[in-house]
């Protein structure tokens, strides 16, 4: 299927425009540096020691073994470490007043809670001797029972934490109406009941993490180059966590080679690197290998989702009632807790769903804490809603593109408040239910998938389909403050032109693939009438801009590209004021225009934007009480989050007497309201729909029975290639947002949201007919056959 | 041991320890820290890298093996002008690349294909670059400027 795309939806200016990538010259011609291409002269190299068992006592930390090998300079156990912390790692989101969260530290002190738990660390004059020396640290473990199994964690047979009564941490409940969640099941003419288990998830970043860490000792400041997301909030919890005052770091993110929420968080390995070079007054230094990331670097998902819903004889929704288990992992990093609420919202997907209840109970088990992974919270919500609402179509007896057109919530229903308490933003639904439909010849589809079922074909043809709405431009600090986020949810930006009529941008957000430096300066452009190849954006190093809520949640467009528009606008309206003065007219009557102001009917007359900036550099002669340069900064904090949404089409192809699943076609007609930069949303999308379908076909991180992950490298974690998926058929409808000036919404995580669910109920679509109703992610050749046979033997399939 | 490897036309010896991979060889001897590690079993392709003209993955070649050898790395695929090569143009032009990380052992592993399959239809692309892992584009557009280089027959140079 040949990809169609968006025409330019262009203003007269850049934006809109599908212009090439900034960033690219440098990152494919090799010069780009990340963090590991970083050359620091006598730095050590950190390697840690890391627990073989999901749960065990260290009962002793020997490491003279280690401290005899070539190379090393020191090593330490927990407890030789443990006064470098000024508090244990931190948990920026408590969900409730009670929530349990088991301390934390870099190096454990006498209980190890994973398998990847560090028990020791090693520094070494090299990485290959601190790896080699880290296998003569003698450390002795007494092996505890290991709470593996999520149900089982939650009936506390097995506690996660010695210290603990319980594994769970918090239940967290968001039901406004209980009565009319009753009432509406009591008198449901259909209902739907399901489970689904949404399996542990491996980020798989391409670039695994990595640190280094160079101590100024006699400043006493610290030069933190890390693999992060977040170098802004690193800053303060770095500061917070290992007692060193917050001014005296300096976080710089170089190149970040992809993040996916995976670098959305403060690590063990980031904090034990600072702590080390402040020790011995030296750098140090760690390179993430990929074996080590599948342990220590967090995991995504891991629900079991129960989905209710209470429909009438015509399949229109009356409730919907969702309870969930979380599995927290072994400990609280980041924004653990906070992840499923990120989706608690939006459990009745893009429905019209009068009364709602949400309730979700976070476990610890022993294995690698969760965290947030691209999508966090709402690809898990918009798997449950739409796998139950094909389960409802089959019930109701009507097309799964009917069923969800009799629900979806109209166009003239905006600003809509839902049954869980959002105010939706815009939305045309339907229209691009209506568009996809047409993009994939839905009829044809449906003809061609009969006549494979009439001729008896051992290759059927399934079409699944997901409408989505998700929440996204994470941002209105008073909600987050409502849900017990302990940070806001702004971002600040600054724009300043030089004197020689180019522009700095500074903003907080963090890119790590995004293309911010090309969407920032198309912004700035337009506005100020200069090309894009004038602005420099200057971004992830705290020391250039200090203020910042960082990357994640497809915010940094909303949020942080709101922040740059609104600076730009105060920088042109201190130039327009310049501009007067020196013109001796009003403010007024002036004009701002490719660059140049003019006065209002007299276009001969006017002074560039340039021009004026350097009149603002000298200030030789400016108007009373301004100062001098043209420099305007504003932070942006949004009343409301964005929704973008959309429906995905995929069609796959089930070989009945293999179980092989073929996804040969994906269509996607997306809505993330007006567009900066059509090729990069287009490029969004596309990569979001594969990490979609990666979940819905290849990947899971497997556990033993007693929690060994054995799931570790690229040929057992299944992180699909080329050849695994098809060139995707894109649309888009623009409905503009009212949340913010520019009218955008967000399209880092809509395709991930979107797209699990439809593979998956293009699956169970495509034998349906031989009444196969489920099937667990991921969908593996074995699951599909055993499904054949176990609902229509003699099919084709066996048990 | 000593090996004497030309990288990207210059020729140098050097003593390495004997298990030096030529990845680390090229990225801590060489200077050369465009050819990217994203994994350690052979499995994700960051790390492809020309050896007399065909593709390897430099994590899975001894630095001993090269010696003698002719390597050719992301870093010399740009003239020396700064004129990119035409699958870098392409890559840019078709917004083949987010991150980044992927993308130079992608280039690599994609000049090598398109040696051996100068006119492939896009199941070949896709089967020849399923040695090379990218987490961001999802391929669409890697495989788009795969096949915008070949109809242009850019690749005689």
């Given at each position: 299927m040949s990809a169609t795309v968006t025409e330019d939806t262009g203003?007269?200016?850049?934006?809109?425009t599908r212009m090439r990538r900034r960033e690219d010259p440098a990152l494919l011609s090799g010069e780009a540096r990340y963090v590991h291409d970083i050359v620091v002269p006598g730095a050590l190299h950190m390697a840690l020691v890391r627990s073989p068992y999901a749960h065990a006592r260290v009962t002793s930390v020997d490491v003279s073994g280690a401290l005899?090998?070539?190379?090393?300079?020191a090593a330490f156990s927990g407890t030789d470490l443990?006064?470098?912390?000024?508090?244990?790692m931190p948990c920026a989101?408590?969900?409730?007043?009670?929530m349990q969260a088991p301390p934390h530290l870099p190096?454990?002190?006498?209980?190890?809670?994973?398998?990847?738990?560090?028990?020791a660390v090693v520094l070494a004059t090299s990485q290959a001797e601190a790896q080699d020396a880290a296998g003569a640290v003698a450390v002795t473990y007494d092996e505890l029972p290991a709470a593996v199994d999520l149900e089982d964690a939650a009936g506390d047979?097995?506690?996660?934490?010695?210290?603990?009564?319980?594994?769970?941490?918090y239940t967290w409940e968001l039901t406004p109406d209980p009565a009319a969640v009753e009432r509406a099941f009591d008198g449901a003419a259909v209902t739907v009941k399901e489970r689904y288990v949404q399996q542990r998830l491996i980020p798989a970043a391409m670039e695994p993490r990595g640190v280094c860490v160079v101590p100024q000792p006699f400043g006493g400041e610290y030069v933190v180059y890390s693999a992060t997301q977040i170098p802004h909030i690193l800053r303060t919890m770095l500061g917070i966590t290992a007692g060193?005052?917050?001014?005296?770091i300096r976080v710089v993110a170089p190149?970040?080679?992809?993040?996916?929420?995976?670098?959305?968080n403060v690590y063990a390995e980031e904090l034990l690197c600072l702590a080390l070079a402040r020790r011995l007054r030296k750098p140090v230094r760690w390179s993430e290998e990929r074996s080590e990331a599948a342990l220590a670097t967090i995991h995504g998902r891991g629900q079991i989702q129960e989905i209710e819903l209470a429909a009438d004889?015509?399949?229109?929704?009356q409730a919907v009632r969702v309870r969930l288990l979380a599995d927290m992992g072994a400990y609280m990093q980041l924004v653990t807790p906070g992840v499923p609420l990120l989706g608690a919202f939006l459990y009745h997907g893009a429905y019209d769903v009068p009364a709602y209840s949400f309730t979700c109970t976070g476990v610890f088990t022993n294995k690698t804490p969760t965290d947030a992974y691209r999508g966090a919270g709402r690809p898990e919500a918009t798997y449950a809603i739409e796998r139950a609402m094909d389960a409802l179509a089959r019930k109701v007896g009507v097309d799964p593109a009917e069923v969800r057109r009799r629900n979806l919530i109209g166009?003239?229903?905006?600003?809509y408040t839902s049954?869980?308490?959002?105010?939706?933003?815009?939305?045309e639904y339907e229209r691009a239910l209506d568009a996809v439909l047409e993009l994939v010849d839905y009829q044809g589809l449906r003809a061609d998938q009969a006549s494979r079922r009439a001729q008896g074909a051992t290759r059927l043809l399934g079409i699944g389909l997901s409408s989505y709405v998700e929440m996204c431009g994470l941002a209105p600090s008073r909600v987050l403050a409502s849900l017990n986020y302990v940070a806001g949810g702004w971002e600040a930006a600054t724009v300043r032109m030089l004197p020689t009529g180019t522009v700095q941008v500074v903003t907080g957000a963090t890119p790590h693939g995004q293309g911010h430096v090309t969407s920032w300066s198309m912004i700035v452009a337009d506005k100020l009438g200069?090309?894009?190849?004038d602005v420099e954006v200057l971004h992830s190093d705290t020391a250039v801009s200090p203020l910042g809520m960082d990357t994640?949640?497809?915010?940094s467009l909303a949020v942080g590209g709101t922040a740059i528009a609104l600076a730009a606008d105060r920088l042109v309206d201190k130039a327009r004021l310049l501009a007067a003065h020196r013109l001796e007219v009003?403010?007024?009557d002036l004009e701002l225009s490719g660059g140049q102001f003019s006065v209002r009917g007299t276009p001969s007359t006017g002074m560039t934007i340039g021009a004026l900036a350097f009149e603002a550099f000298t200030?030789?002669?400016?108007?009373?009480g301004m100062e001098p340069n043209l420099e305007a900064s504003a932070t942006f904090d949004p009343t409301n989050f964005t929704f973008p949404f959309g429906t995905h089409v995929a069609v796959v192809e089930v070989d009945?007497?293999?179980g092989k699943v073929d996804l040969v076609g994906y269509s996607a007609v997306d809505d993330?309201?007006?567009?900066?930069n059509p090729l990069i949303v287009d490029g969004q999308v596309h990569g979001g729909i594969v990490q979609g379908v990666a979940q819905a076909l290849f990947e899971e991180a497997v556990y033993d029975d007693h929690g060994n992950?054995?799931?570790?490298t690229f040929t057992d974690y299944l992180v699909p290639a080329a050849s695994e998926v098809p060139s995707f058929s894109l649309g888009r409808t623009v409905t503009p947002s009212p949340s913010n000036p520019m009218g955008v919404k967000g399209i880092g995580e809509a395709g991930t949201i979107a797209s699990t669910p439809a593979v998956v109920n293009a699956v169970v679509d495509a034998l349906s007919h031989l009444g196969v109703e489920d099937m667990a992610m991921p969908v593996t050749p074995e699951r599909v056959w055993r499904s054949i046979g176990a609902a229509a033997p003699g099919t084709g399939g066996g048990r | 041991m000593q090996v004497t490897v030309t990288v990207n036309g210059v020729t140098e010896s050097h003593d390495v320890?004997?298990?030096?991979?030529l990845v680390h060889y090229l990225r801590e001897?060489?200077?050369?820290?465009?050819?990217?590690?994203?994994?350690?079993?052979?499995?994700?392709?960051?790390?492809t890298v020309l050896l007399d003209g065909e593709s390897v993955k430099s994590c899975t070649v001894l630095a001993a093996q090269a010696d003698g050898e002719e390597i050719t790395t992301?870093?010399?695929?740009?003239?020396?002008?700064?004129?990119?090569?035409p699958i870098q143009e392409a890559f840019r032009e078709h917004h083949?690349?987010?991150?980044?990380?992927c993308t130079p052992g992608m280039v690599m592993a994609i000049a090598s294909f398109l040696k051996e399959h100068p006119s492939p239809n896009e199941a070949e692309v896709r089967e020849g670059l399923e040695g090379n892992l990218c987490?961001?584009?999802?391929?669409h557009n890697i495989v788009q400027a795969v096949l915008a280089v070949s109809r242009e027959g850019q690749l005689v140079s």
């Open positions: 203003t007269g200016g850049v934006v809109g005899g090998m070539p190379g090393v300079v443990a006064q470098e912390w000024g508090s244990p989101w408590p969900v409730t007043a009670d190096v454990a002190l006498n209980e190890v809670c994973y398998a990847g738990d560090a028990a047979r097995v506690l996660a934490h010695s210290d603990l009564t319980s594994n769970r941490a060193v005052p917050e001014e005296r190149s970040v080679g992809g993040g996916f929420g995976s670098k959305l004889a015509d399949g229109h929704l166009a003239d229903k905006f600003p049954a869980a308490g959002l105010v939706f933003d815009s939305g200069v090309t894009p190849e994640y949640g497809s915010r009003a403010p007024e200030a030789h002669d400016l108007p009373e009945t007497e293999t993330c309201g007006n567009q900066i992950l054995l799931t570790t | 320890e004997t298990r030096t991979l001897v060489r200077g050369l820290t465009g050819t990217n590690i994203g994994c350690d079993t052979t499995s994700c392709g960051a790390c992301i870093e010399g695929m740009a003239a020396p002008d700064g004129t990119l090569h083949g690349l987010q991150c980044g990380f987490r961001c584009t999802g391929y």
